[in-house]
Every structure is written in structure tokens, then in C-alpha cells.
């Protein structure tokens, strides 16, 4: 499919068509808040919980999901008939200025899990990135992308052997970089499983690429397959490790030649810290609002951490975007690709691959109808003269 021209136009035009002249309505609904409770519907209320919920009382959840003090300033005739969608990303280009970020158990969703996300995703050339937590293994997932980026989110496994063993695995598997997720070495205080008793991984659920790693499986008295019960306590001895610090980056790097990003940056000093480091990309993430309540949102974070980074290395953006002029608007503030969530994860919900199909094919259509009536033919004329901030708008009033 064409990442370029006229992509939101044809698809409006021919929902229209199929609406007016053969009475065919869309199947999934197009609005989020619409899809959301479609999704829910079709969810387990255990998967609501797990996939829907924020950290402790979700106002840094809610937070995220406001972009309304920066406002979007349309330019008129400047030509945008021809529309380039594409962007670089560490050195790589992407048809779109998206990837799917890391959501882990995806079979809470639907049958198809992971690889319904990358089947969807990959019909459309739309970049992934796999969670180490995934239902389905990240060989199988890699397989069904193919050629698409695809890059491999790293939870760091307070046992080396098995750490390392992830990191090759992914590039063996063929994926474009390692994304190191740094907030979360402990889990947040998350209310609606807890009030639930429900943590998926003790029924085994989510934990697909630890039960097939080869050094995982080594420390088992038995293989997973006949003692589950104890590859899930081994699982929950090794997940994680609180006691890292930046020196120990050092770890990945002598581990996988694979560029290395490093996510969950909210401070711009944190941001030196990891171009310091060797951080070959930064992603600026409040894991969607599940980790520390109250926290400043990803949004509200973006633009000093972009001021700070000033292009030395690109910068990926996630937590709160639902529709196309979040994007839009991350983009302008310094992000280099934008991480879409859960959109696509209700679109699994209620419709498996045609369904993450449908949602991506609808925010790119939206967002190419946003950058054009913005007055962009290309991503890389957004920046931050196409926003103004409503304290700007304010001064300029009075």
C-alpha cells in the first residue's frame, strides 16, 4: 500500500462509496471512544483490567491523554497534493512516523494475540515492537512480520545467562534494535487487578519467550510443558531487576550489535544520561500511565527532553495517544516516531488481524488528512512552528 499521495482522501471515499452506493456500513466502529467499548465488550474482565487500567487513582492515565494545550496552526495553498508519509528512523525508513509499542499478553485480547497484531500491522508496513511479555514468541512474531521494521522490548532478567539469551535470540530473529524499558523495574501500584487477586502470568499466560528460551529451560528440573507450575515460579524468581543502574548498560551493548533504545525517559537529565550511555535512540514513555500515578505526563515531558537531546539521537513518543493529532502534535514537539497502544489493541480485541487492520488503516488515513489541511506534504516539515501553545493564544489576546 502507498504511504504517500492521496491515503486519507481514498479511504474516506471509499467508506463513502460502500455507504451510499452498495448501503455497507463500516464493521468496526471509528471513533476510539466507540472501539474501546466494543472492545471491552469482547474482553474478559480480567483483560480489561490488565489492558484499560492506569497506576494507583490512573490520574497521570487520564493526564496522558490531553494534548489540548498545544494547538494545531493551519497554513493555507501551500501546495499538498502529493503527501510523503515516511520518516527515518534510525537509519532505517518507515513508511509511517508510527510503531506499535510493546503490550504484553496478548492472548487476553484474542486468540490470535501477537500475531494477529503483527499480520495487521505488517499488511501495512507499520512497524512493531514486541514485548518481551508476549504470548507468542518473538521468532514466530518476526517470521510473520518479514520485512517490516520490528524491534524487540527488552525486560531485563535479573539472571544474566537469560538476558543475554534474549538479546540474541532477537537478533538472531532478525529484529532492527533493542528497546530497553527502564521504568518499570518494579511493577506500579495498579488497582484494578489487584482489587481482582489477577496477574496473568501466574496462570502462564504471557510468558511464551521465557518457556522457550533454551538457558530458561536449562535451569528447570522439568521442561515447562510438564511442570508448569514450576517454570512459573522460576519465571516470577528471575522477571526484573531494581537493582540496575546506567553503568549497567554496558551489559546490552556487549551483548547484541543492535541499535539500542532507551524507554521511559520523562527528565531531559535522564536523556543526557542515556546518550551518555550509548543509547542510539530515547523514548520518551510513562508506560502509559501504569507505572507512577501523579508522575508528569510523556506529553508534558516531550518537549524539554527534545530541547535537551536537540537531534543528537532520534526519539520515539508513547502513553496517551488515540487519535491522529496526538501524533500529529508529538511529532512537532521533537518525536521522531510515535507509539500507538491501545487503539490497536482494542482493534485486536474486537476483530484480531483485520481488526488492527482497520484501526492502523484509519489513523493513518486521519493523520494524512491532518498533516495535509496542516499544510505538510511531508513529516519532516512538522516541527514546532505548526503548534502554539495556549498560553501563547492567551498573551495574544490580551
Known sequence: ???????????????????MLEDTTPDMPVSFEDLREEAHEAMSEEGRAYVHGGAGSEETFERNKDFSEWRIVPRMLRGVEERDLSTEFMNQTHSYPFTLTPLGVQS?????????????????????????????????????????????????????????????????????????????PILGWRERLIERGYYPFLEGEGIANYF????????????????PDAAVEHFLDIFGDSSLTWDDLQFVHDNTDLPVVIKGILDPRDARLAIEYGADAI???????????????????????????????????????RRASDAYKALALGADSVLIGRPYAYGLAVGGASGVQTVLKNFIAEFDLTMGLAGNSSVEEISSDSLKHETELFDTVQ
Do not use: C
Not at 212 to 227: A, G, K, M, V, Y
Open 283 to 321: 523514548g520518551v514513555s510513562t508506560h502509559g500511565g501504569r507505572q507512577v500515578d501523579g508522575s508528569i505526563t510523556a506529553f508534558e515531558a516531550l518537549p524539554a527532553v527534545a530541547n535537551e537531546v536537540d537531534g543528537e539521537v532520534p526519539i520515539s513518543f508513547d502513553s496517551g495517544v
Open 108 to 184: 487476553l485480547l484474542h486468540d490470535q494475540a501477537e500475531i494477529g497484531t503483527a499480520a495487521g500491522a505488517s499488511d501495512l508496513d507499520v512497524p512493531l515492537t514486541l514485548s518481551s511479555l508476549s504470548s507468542t514468541t518473538m521468532e514466530d512474531v518476526a517470521e510473520e512480520m518479514g520485512d517490516t521494521p520490528k524491534m524487540f522490548q527488552f525486560y531485563w532478567s535479573s539472571d544474566k545467562a537469560i538476558a543475554k539469551s534474549f538479546l540474541t535470540r532477537a537478533e538472531d530473529a532478525g529484529y532492527d534494535a533493542i528497546v530497553v524499558t527502564v521504568d518499570a
Open 212 to 227: 522457550s528460551d533454551p538457558e530458561f529451560r536449562s535451569q528447570l528440573d522439568q521442561p515447562p510443558e510438564d511442570n
Open 1 to 19: 500500500m502507498s504511504n504517500a499521495n492521496r491515503f486519507g482522501a481514498e479511504r474516506v471515499n471509499n467508506i463513502y462509496r460502500e455507504g
